[in-house]
């Protein structure tokens, strides 16, 4: 039970509560105490001793991060003799990494330099000493450059206790030890430890809880940036659903306040010519996928496909998984082939976007898809994977040429002395502007379970299997009755998995939601209790995605995750169907035979 | 059952793993935790700890070799006391090699399981958290304390950890055998080499001439550990040994100080697991500084003090005890006396 009691902070007599460590206590009280390894998503460590003070009574400094308070402790975070370790170890953490400021896209939020200026430190008392570590990438999307590693092991946490991918492994010990992908495990004599074989799923993660960039994505804005000054072609950037809720922190914005217009505007101000907002592509993603799904149930029930001798799962039946998160691809092609049929084949909003720009848009505007620049900005690495994949490809073309993160996007607004938060708001462009809440949620956990459903009970209630039908004057009559649902609550919120029974029809419907690829394993492990599984491998969805603004934590996702319901609340349209210029795109691609499949579907393979 | 603490607690049994820690409170810290109402029933484990991996010490591996049943005797005694659910034996790679045969013949039918040290983790592999981690499989290095093991060791568990000779003591304690002496482990230029009992009451001076090793040249001593030892010069022996109970003797004309000193650290920074900035980067910074042509002595004692306030684990700090008290107590005596030639 936590009970009041009284400290002492640098000759200030305090009340706290008890159960919290120095540092939190610190910090309310407007002490702030520096520290590198520290994030409030994981269990303390410890290992930095950046944040040692002085505690009256004990024989050693003592670190605030994982000491908790107790009554009449008298601590102080000034003397000489706390500045002296504290800066040393600081001093110490400089010589292991090796800057690379200029080129750095967290130059404008970098932790060590701004404890070097805070705290004025030398960085240059010691030579650096991990200059010949490798840079190891993994495909085109996240890196770890053991150069700049301070040694904190927030991105093995992050890979092994929170995504339990097991991908990233601590080798060696003292001044050898290394993070190292396990693949480069060859010449260690495992004995009765053989341990099971690994990939990246590139989710970004250990960037994400990396303080000093070690881990990172693989940038790409540099090439951007030069596409942006030799303008020979026309350039359009489209942005993700989650990005205009993050970005503004990174500008100093309260959390989740909500930053399309500036967005917009930034882009145009970069000199992308046209700014498109992916919501469109998330809401031809739901309709693809809800007209699936209840194409899957049809023939499900109809008993055509059989189940598999091994699996015991329907073969290209139920229960069926999204497919818009390629962190979950990639996992799924990995480690789990066997479930390859299961995946919708819908693309994903970013893919359904790009496509339509370099196909129906490209017609509209009469502008070759070749002459057509497609930048993206993500809250995502692995993204950068996805719009790599061959597959993907449309007629030659490759539907999205770069891919950015929201941190790349950041530096280059800063970089280029942009005023962010005193831009003009501006509308995304049309015709692919407009879209319904059921879009935006795409960000967070459950959306885009709640997104097709909304689409999909609609589907059922009016007996249709495809939102393109047109109707006789009497269907309609009929439709404006339905009253399917807009709420899905039982999918939303913050949990590891989400689970509920749903009537889809007079049928019963079993939906699960896993939030975070931690958490997939009752999942997989559960197959034939669902007939719906919506993955987000990062945690509570894209919101929370590898690409996101640093610091990333649960109490930060939670605003984030608000914001994007409170846009859905406040759209005009709630339901992907209900947006008639989406709908016109899906009509208008029924007519184009081959170039349908090629723009909205996918398929997958195994990969080792 | 209480007999036997209170037992221990008359003796004024200390942990003979370096640490000097009085073993009764160690064991009513663990009885404690077990008493814990509030965190329900929980298992409890005893690890008998035989790492030993101060290059040097060789007194457990002489303690199992001439009264292995006695340890065991007294890793029995404490399983029986806290109704443990297990007792491990955690022996080196070469005590394994050496007395497997006999311990599994000792432990037969008994709750107590040998576990063999994983041969990299060296000298920090011994620290009592470090060697739970070990056992559950986990990276070989010290964990975040607290908690402390006798409130959540192994596997979260109460569990009591300790060294070969303090169990080799509880069963003499418990047979009323017990008379107030300790191992001796003496080594380096010294005639007789080897482990000796004698009452720990017995000073360094008394206990080297008692085997007859007390030097007739110049010399300083490292004493209570072979590498994290105190370096005193021959002016300060009438102090009883502390620590692992080692003394190493030092000639000061056969030895090069800076060698000796960077041996120390060389040594430290193989064995430091890595997990704090002070020792991980801290010893191979002295070892720069110390290497170097011209010295930083500012920042050589800085990060000395460093390390002793601000690491992770006792193994940082013991870094510093051996480099301090060299440069505090031999070292003048040294320029002293080449002066005077």
Not at chain 1, 557 to 566: I, S, T
Request: hydrophobic fraction near 40%; charged fraction near 25%; include cysteine.
């Amino acid at each position: 039970m936590s009970k009041k009691i009284k400290i002492n902070l640098n000759g200030k007599g305090i009340s706290c509560q008890s159960g919290k460590t120095i540092m939190q206590v610190a910090r309310e009280n407007g002490v702030i105490i520096p520290g590198l390894c520290q994030h409030d998503d994981f269990p303390v460590k410890a290992n930095c001793r950046i944040c040692v003070v002085e505690i009256s009574g004990c024989k050693n400094l003592v670190t605030s991060c994982s000491t908790e308070v107790c009554d009449g402790l008298i601590i102080r975070t000034d003397t000489a003799r706390v500045k002296r370790s504290r800066n040393l170890n600081i001093e110490l953490i400089f010589a292991e990494h090796i800057e690379r400021c200029p080129t750095c896209i967290r130059r404008f939020n970098c932790a060590l330099l701004e404890l070097a200026d805070k705290h004025k430190i030398e960085i240059t008392t010691f030579k650096d000493r991990k200059s010949k570590r490798k840079i190891y990438k993994f495909a085109n999307a996240v890196e770890i450059d053991g150069s700049q590693c301070i040694d904190c092991r927030n991105c093995v946490e992050a890979c092994n206790t929170l995504q339990k991918i097991n991908y990233l492994e601590l080798r060696g010990k003292g001044i050898t030890q290394e993070v190292v992908p396990v693949t480069e495990r060859d010449g260690f004599a495992l004995i009765n430890k053989r341990k099971k074989k690994s990939d990246c799923i590139y989710c970004g993660q250990c960037a994400l809880y990396c303080p000093v960039s070690a881990a990172q994505e693989q940038a790409h804005w540099s090439l951007v940036e030069k596409a942006l000054k030799n303008k020979s072609k026309i350039l359009v950037a489209q942005f993700a659903p989650s990005i205009r809720v993050s970005i503004g922190e990174e500008f100093g914005a309260k959390g989740g306040e909500v930053m399309t217009g500036q967005v917009v505007a930034a882009l145009k101000k970069l000199g992308f010519n046209y700014v498109f907002d992916v919501n469109f592509g998330a809401d031809i993603t739901t309709m693809v996928e809800a007209e699936e799904l209840i194409g899957r149930m049809k023939e499900f029930r109809l008993g055509l496909p059989s189940p598999s001798l091994k699996t015991g799962v329907m073969e290209n039946g139920l229960p069926m998984f999204t497919s818009c998160c390629p962190a979950w691809i990639k996992y799924v092609e990995f480690f789990r082939p066997d479930l390859i049929p299961k995946l919708t084949t819908a693309r994903s909003p970013q893919i359904h976007s790009a496509g339509i720009i370099k196909t129906y848009w490209a017609e509209k505007m009469k502008i070759k898809p070749k002459n057509i620049m497609v930048v993206s900005i993500m809250p995502c690495t692995a993204k950068k994977f996805e719009a790599s994949r061959r597959e993907l490809k449309i007629g030659g073309n490759w539907p999205v040429d770069y891919c950015l993160t929201t941190r790349e996007l950041v530096y280059l607004i800063k970089k280029n002395r942009i005023d962010f938060m005193d831009l003009k708001p501006l509308p995304a462009d049309n015709p692919l502007g407009a879209a319904s809440g059921a879009a935006v949620i795409y960000g967070a956990s459950g959306g885009v379970m709640e997104s097709a459903l909304r689409t999909a009970e609609y589907l059922t209630q009016t007996a249709q299997d495809s939102v393109c039908r047109s109707f006789t004057k009497a269907e309609k009559l009929k439709t404006k009755f339905c009253n399917s649902r807009i709420k899905f609550k039982e999918v939303r919120g913050l949990a590891g998995v989400k689970r509920a029974e749903l009537m889809m029809g007079d049928k019963k419907f079993r939906v699960a939601v896993v939030n975070g690829i931690g958490n997939i394993k009752s999942a997989l492990d559960n197959l034939r209790d669902y007939d719906y599984i919506e993955v987000m491998a990062c945690p509570d969805g894209c919101i929370g995605g590898g690409g996101q603004p640093i610091p990333t934590t649960a109490a930060i996702r939670k605003k984030r995750l608000e914001a994007l319901y409170k846009i859905d609340a406040k759209s005009k349209i709630r339901r992907a169907h209900d947006n008639k210029e989406a709908v016109e795109v899906l009509r208008w691609f029924k007519t184009k035979g081959k170039l349908e499949n090629q723009v909205l579907y996918t398929k997958y393979k195994k990969r080792s | 059952m209480d007999k036997i603490l209170d037992k221990i607690r008359k003796a004024n049994l200390v942990g003979r793993g370096g640490a000097g820690f009085s073993v009764a409170k160690k064991w009513s810290a663990v009885a404690e935790a077990l008493a814990d109402k509030e965190v329900g029933g929980r298992k409890c484990y005893v690890v008998c700890n035989a790492a030993e991996g101060e290059p040097g010490l060789t007194k457990d591996g002489y303690i199992l070799e001439n009264y292995a049943e006695k340890v065991i005797a007294g890793l029995k005694i404490a399983i029986d006391f806290f109704l443990a659910e297990k007792g491990y034996l955690f022996l080196n790679y070469s005590y394994n090699k050496k007395y497997n045969k006999k311990l599994a013949a000792l432990i037969k039918d008994s709750a107590i399981e040998i576990f063999v040290k994983p041969i990299q983790s060296g000298y920090v592999g011994g620290e009592e958290s470090a060697v739970l981690n070990a056992i559950e499989g986990k990276r070989i290095e010290p964990r975040l304390k607290p908690p402390f093991p006798v409130t959540a060791g192994l596997w979260g568990c109460p569990t009591l950890v300790n060294n070969v000779e303090t169990f080799y003591n509880i069963s003499l304690v418990n047979s009323g055998q017990y008379d107030n002496k300790r191992f001796y482990d003496i080594a380096g230029d010294c005639p007789y080499e080897g482990v000796y009992e004698l009452p720990a009451s017995f000073t360094i001076e008394k206990t080297l001439k008692q085997t007859k090793n007390y030097p007739s040249f110049h010399f300083f001593v490292l004493v209570g550990g072979d590498m994290s030892g105190e370096a005193l010069n021959s002016r300060q022996l009438k102090r009883p040994v502390e620590g692992a109970g080692s003394i190493t003797i030092y000639s000061l004309a056969k030895n090069n100080y800076k060698k000796i000193i960077a041996g120390w650290l060389d040594f430290f920074i193989d064995e430091s697991c890595g997990q704090c900035t002070p020792c991980r980067e801290g010893i191979y910074r002295l070892r720069e500084i110390f290497l170097a042509e011209k010295a930083d002595w500012t920042l050589f004692n800085n990060l000395l003090d460093n390390l002793a306030d601000t690491s992770f684990c006792a193994l940082g700090s013991s870094v510093v005890i051996p480099i301090k008290s060299f440069m505090e107590n031999v070292l003048p005596e040294m320029e002293a006396k080449s002066k005077a030639m």
